[in-house]
Each structure stands twice: as C-alpha cells, then as structure tokens.
C-alpha cells in the first residue's frame, strides 16, 4: 500500500488517515508529548453498533508533527481470559497517559465497564509501562477513595436531616444523595481525564455521582493510587468528557452535558485553584446556532498545550458515530480567547502557523 502524501494541516471532521492510509482509531484520547515525538492513546472501535466494546484494546499513534501520525500498534490489549476486567467485550474509554519522572514508567488511566455489565461498573482501570508506546501492563480496576470523605465535608453532607428525602434530585445530589451511597465501596467513575501540574502533581477528574457530579482525586507521587484527599467539582450539573489545561495560573475546563452519543452544547470553567472554587463560564462556542448546541458536532476529550507555544490549546473532541463506531471523526480546533475565557470557532481547515504570539490571546 503507498504511503500517504505528506499532510500539512487539519481538516476537522474528515477521514485522518494515517502512515498506512487507514484512518485512525483512537477516539476518546489524549495526547502526551515526550523527548520530541506526540503519542495518541485511544479506543480501538470495531465496526457496527457494538463497535465500542473493546475487542482490541487501546490504540497508540506516533508523530513529530501532529499533522502526520504512525500507527505504533496496540498499547494495551484486552484479554481472552474468561472473568478478567479487561475481558473482551468490556468497555475501554478515554485512556489517558502520563510520565512519572521520577519512576521513569509511563502511567494510564482509563475508564472501564465490565464485560456485560453495561454502564455499572464504572471503574477506573490502571496499566503501567517502561516504554511510551507499551505494551502495557494492567494493574487493577478500582471505584477510587472508598471510605474516603471529600475535602471539607459537612457533617449534614455525611449524616443528611430526615428531611433530606424530601428534596429534588439535583438538590438531592449536592446534598450528597449518590456521595453516601458509594461512599464503602468508592465513587463511581466514568468519562475521565488527568492532569499533570507544574509542580508534578497529578489528578485524575471523573464523572461519577451517576454522572451529576465530577470528582477530582490526587494521584500519589508514583501516579498508580490516590492520596485520599479529593474533592467535588460542579456538583449536580450533570457534567461528563472534562478536559483540564492552565494558563497563567488559572486553570480551565471544557466538558459537556450527559446526553450519550449525541452532541450538545459545550460548557466551560475556570478556577484559581484545581481544588476549586470552579466558576461556569458558559458555551464556548462560536458560530451558527448548529454550531453552538453541538460543539460542531462533537464532544471533548483532551485538551493540548501546543508545543513551542506557551499558553496556546488544541480543543480535542470525538464526532461519534454510534452505527458505525470506527468511523468516529475528530474535530481538533485552535482554543482563541474572548475576555479570559476559551472560545472555539469552526474552521475547514487549519494549521499550527495560527498560533502566532499574542494573535489568539487577549
């Protein structure tokens, strides 16, 4: 098969083909950069309405541009073991990947459904690598911080008045309704993300609460558990697919509502501290009213600092396609900024010269 012709920009939404001109399959990813090379981990799909259980694993792409990507193969496998977590036909979602310096071992952190459990399990899985591209090893599965009250929780939110039954389910939900609930067996996690800091903290941000609240949870220094201190973010807004970045000491979110695979409106946040408070900033997007309730057809799932561009991002979102799961499509635009907040704008094509200094900044 001949080589594909050398790409020199984005074309969000259409077919990315990649070093074999096969488009590539890794939706739900993330990008991690490390000595020179960019890695996009993912989910391998399958064709066909069931294509999203993983009967492949967790994909691994190459590239030194970010324009032309290598199919490096698969970086963690699912297994024929019958009761295994990662048995074939459970549920990998947005695997994420992150350097420990001081281990020297990559770390990945994914969300994981039990074979034929459908969306009950909601774990969080754990593989670990000495190599970037893998193959990785898997550790375990895991609700994170069973036992384990959030930062500064009330006792009301710990032991609720009688009249608590009483209340509405999203007043239910900040009161704590599914927080005590899983509190023994650990909070629910389901669409996900990690974050490294400056200081080489890392975080793990998940929908759980039944997907009405994210949960931000410390990573201990080797990044394989949790230190037992999180918090809740956004409680009872429904948020899920978060994606963390920071710019000048700020940090950002973009995530969206619960409404399964089809689109809807983005919203955004920002916060002085990754602990919070967060403040909503609204719908980033900009454009047509199709543009604007969709997030152009899409849903976030990472967002990447561009490298040699201090304080620019890539919005990374999925164009699912549930009838036809591998034929998902990606929509990778660049984050412009509107009075401190991120703003996203359509374009047919696009290239990493936009990210001239200060022209997408205020």
Request: glycine share 10%; net charge negative.
């Amino acid at each position: 098969m001949a080589l594909q012709t050398t790409r020199t920009s984005f074309t969000p939404g259409e077919v990315w083909p990649d070093d074999q001109g096969i488009h590539i399959n890794a939706h739900g990813g993330g990008l991690l950069c490390h000595e020179g090379m960019h890695y996009w981990f993912g989910e391998h799909k399958g064709s066909g309405p069931k294509g999203h259980l993983a009967e492949v694993g967790v994909h691994v792409y190459a590239s030194r541009d970010l324009y032309n990507w290598k199919d490096s193969g698969i970086a963690l496998q699912v297994s024929l073991e019958t009761g295994h977590d990662l048995e074939s036909g459970c549920v990998i979602e947005r695997p994420k990947v992150i350097y420990n310096r001081k281990t020297r071992t990559f770390i990945m952190w994914f969300h994981l459904e039990l074979k034929g459990k459908g969306y009950d399990a909601a774990r969080t899985g754990l593989a670990v690598s000495d190599k970037v591209a893998g193959p990785y090893q898997f550790v375990r599965s895991v609700r994170p911080n069973a036992g384990v009250w959030p930062v500064g929780a009330t006792e009301a939110l710990k032991h609720p008045a009688a009249s608590a039954s009483e209340l509405a389910e999203r007043d239910a939900v900040v009161a704590g309704k599914y927080l005590r609930r899983d509190f023994p067996g650990g909070q629910m996690s389901r669409d996900m993300t990690l974050f490294v800091d400056d200081d080489e903290k890392a975080y793990l941000l998940t929908a759980s609460e039944n997907n009405q609240t994210l949960h931000l949870h410390e990573l201990t220094d080797d990044y394989r558990d949790f230190t037992g201190r999180w918090t809740r973010v956004f409680a009872g807004d429904s948020n899920e697919a978060p994606a963390v970045f920071k710019k000048d000491g700020k940090y950002y979110m973009i995530s969206s509502d619960c409404t399964g695979w089809r689109p809807n409106p983005a919203r955004s946040g920002v916060a002085d501290s990754i602990w919070g408070p967060w403040t909503a900033l609204g719908n980033p997007c900009r454009g047509t009213e199709k543009d604007i309730s969709t997030t152009f057809e899409s849903q976030s799932t990472y967002v990447l600092p561009v490298p040699g561009h201090p304080g620019e991002f890539v919005y990374m979102g999925d164009r699912w396609r549930p009838d036809n799961a591998s034929d998902g499509r990606y929509i990778w635009l660049p984050i412009e900024w509107e009075e401190g907040k991120p703003v996203l704008r359509w374009y047919e094509t696009w290239d990493l010269s936009q990210f001239i200094p200060n022209r997408l900044s205020d």
